[in-house]
């Protein structure tokens, strides 16, 4: 299975400031997506990764508050922008790979966010 | 949209012992596939367990089965010689199929404690 990164591990941010996750990936895939998991919930779906065009939102987000990039078949970047309190939460990058003759989603290990 | 319902926030079994986590999802698809996530203290999503919904064998690994009935659109998770590693959160997730493929709606989670 891919083994999946994420940079940075936890970080506590002020509110009004934008911080960058990273997402590395230690094999080409197809597909990226980024999750959200306010404290206390369940997953959400944020955007699909798309390399070489724009990423594709859910209801709910937009592309000024989480700007995506995809440059290449590895690696992806969420930032979240203008933060405020509401916006704690691990965030987690997650990667579609054909393993042992099945296509399966794998994810990564998280940033947890603290915005004050 | 697809919806997946988890009604047990919490269960708990003693070590050794079996326990099934209840999972229902709603959808008007042919082709989707359910999978079970592990989520430990540490935040990581480990892939438990993976159903196709085509095949009709209930998927297994290890310790770990599933009871798939696809009419009652219903996919519970069963684990055998329960460990006290097995303790995290527990989370059932439908995938879409189709253009969609890839996308994860999740339940509200499973919060399983193992006694010794």
């Known amino acids: 299975s891919a083994v999946i990164s994420q940079k940075p591990s936890r970080d506590i941010c002020q509110r009004g400031t934008s911080l960058t996750i990273q997402c590395q990936v230690d094999?080409?895939?197809?597909?990226m997506f980024w999750y959200r998991q306010q404290p206390g919930q369940s997953l959400t779906l944020i955007a699909t990764a798309n390399q070489g065009s724009e990423a594709t939102y859910e209801s709910g987000f937009v592309i000024d508050k989480f700007p995506i990039s995809r440059p290449n078949l590895t690696f992806s970047t969420l930032t979240v922008s203008n933060m405020s309190p509401e916006d704690s939460s691990i965030y987690l990058c997650s990667v579609d790979d054909y393993a042992d003759s099945t296509d399966t989603q794998y994810f990564g290990p998280g940033t947890r966010l603290t915005v004050l | 949209a697809q919806t997946v319902t988890q009604s047990q926030p919490e269960m708990s079994v003693q070590e050794a012992e079996t326990v099934t986590l209840s999972c229902t999802y709603d959808?008007?698809?042919?082709?989707?596939?359910l999978f079970w996530y592990k989520q430990p203290p540490s935040r990581q999503m480990i892939l438990v367990i993976r159903q196709e919904a085509y095949k009709q064998q209930n998927a297994t690994e290890n310790r770990f089965s599933v009871n798939f009935q696809k009419a009652a659109k219903s996919f519970s998770l069963k684990i055998s010689d329960s460990q006290l590693g097995d303790a995290a959160m527990y989370f059932c997730a439908y995938g879409a199929g189709g253009t969609s493929y890839g996308k994860l709606t999740f339940g509200q989670g499973t919060i399983l404690t193992v006694h010794p």
């Open positions: 094999s080409q895939v197809t597909m």
């Open positions: 959808t008007s698809e042919s082709d989707y596939y």
